[in-house]
């Protein structure tokens, strides 16, 4: 091993060498942790940052794409069902440039841009075509933003103006809908693509598209409209007016007999028809006429009556006669002031045609109530009309319980499956609680141990202070005079008091070992 190694390395294993296990498992973990963050870091920074190459492509542009990315062996992303592909942000740029130079993506331009590719050599019937196809591309692509529609195609077919014509055809539409897999469009959805559609063309009416899906279901007819729209709104009309009316007899039931022991059920015939009365009615006002006229005519004279039949040839039987003539002709002429009442009714959808009710009570409880007062109360809780040809009917029976019974039971086990899922969490989590701690409380204990094993060294003094000592020991044996001089003696005392400071310093750092120590001389006394 190189010198240069050698004295770093034997440090670094003295350094674990004086450390405990506990201490060792800790450091091993901060070094673990810091190195799988230091992985992922890595990772991330080098990971590059992604951003679209292209967006809404076609399957087979997106397909020519991604062959031509793995032929120069690019990294890419599928995202959006494949209709966007992500490169990294730094070759987005030249990757588009590149793909362009290729002719990719080469799908057909669609909408108003279609105008846009028109010369001075188009025809008109070039330009027509170029318009109609350009709104139905437009349409096409408002269709597929809404939610569920995967793709749209749209066919609009636009008559050809004429100068001269009286009756000129009217537009229509057929519009293909690819929804989304478990997607189903309601009435309103419908009617707004018919709506929306109808309106983006001039002179179309909602009645004149014809919607369908891909798989075949015709969701809006032309000439008929859009029935499923004006279908849900009367069954939902018709709904909330049921639970409304059901909720107020069900509230006046619960109170009776208790929640559970009664079901009414409600039907709504409700008219979603708008109509419109207009009616005239006169009336004598008993005024005098306005304005009369009489007018008076006589005849009086003589003459013969002609007869016979007409003609040249009859002048034979043309007869003659002889008399006296007299009529007369009496007519009168009133103009009376009329009174005249026009009034104009326009009835609004949501009349309700016939109302029936229908209330079960449980036999086990509806043993003493009067049948025909809870007919009555119902009734007059739901706005009975008899005249109408309204209806009502109370029957007592006994109420099926098993399934309320079977739902207890299992909300009840429920109950206490969660109650027994808690408890065992509890004992889960006390168990590694308490494993934690055992493990924290062994690598203390051993921590400790090793620590008692290093405060055990013995305990050892230098000369001096033994000797120190050995003198104080043997002079408390035996009283002894010596004379010396006063220069032996200061010298003597600076020395003692240099070892009674060393000695002091030691019972302050190791009072135990000291105490020991002055107990097994104090034993060796002998006893005067």
Known sequence: MPAVLAGPLGRLRSALETISLGQKVVIGLLVAALGLGGFFFYNWITTPTMAPLFSNLASSDASAIVEE????????????GGQTILVAQDQVYDLRLAMSGKGLPAGNDTGYALLDEQGITTSEFQQQKTYQRA??????NTLESLDGVQQAIVHVALPEDEVFATDESDPTASVMLDLSPGTQLSGEQIQ??????SSSIEGMSPEQVTVSDTSGQLLSAAGQGVTAAAGDARSQVETDYENRLAANAQSILDRVLGPG???????????MNQTQ????????????????????????????AVGGVLGPENTADAGTGGGDSTYQTDSNTANNSVNTTVTNTEITPGAINRLTVAVVLDGTRAGTLNQAQVQELIGNAVGLDPARGDDISVAAMPFDTSAAEQAAAEMAQAREDEKN?????????????????????????????????????PFELDDEVMAELERLRVASTREETVVID???????????ARVRGEISTMVSERPDEVAAMLRGWLSEVPTR
């Not at 990315?69 to 959006?80: F, I």
């Not at 006063?486 to 003692?496: C, G, K, Q, S």
Request: charged share 25%; aromatic share 4%.
């Open 69 to 80: 990315l793995n032929a120069e062996g690019t990294s890419y992303e599928l995202a959006d």
């Open 135 to 140: 709104i139905e591309g437009e349409l096409a």
């Open 192 to 197: 707004s693509v018919t709506n929306l559609v």
């Open 261 to 271: 022991h009664a079901q009414v059920s409600v039907r709504a015939d409700v008219d």
């Open 277 to 304: 009365e207009n009616s005239t009615t006169y009336g004598d006002s008993g005024a005098p006429p306005v304005s009369e006229q009489n007018t008076s005519e006589s005849y009086t004279g003589s003459g013969a």
């Open 421 to 457: 899922a808690q408890m065992w969490s509890l004992v889960k989590n006390g168990a590694i609680g308490l494993g934690i701690a055992l493990l924290v409380l062994i690598v203390w204990l051993r921590s400790r141990r090793r620590d008692d094993d290093e405060d055990d060294e």
């Open 486 to 496: 006063n220069r032996a003696l200061e010298l003597e005392a600076a020395e003692r």
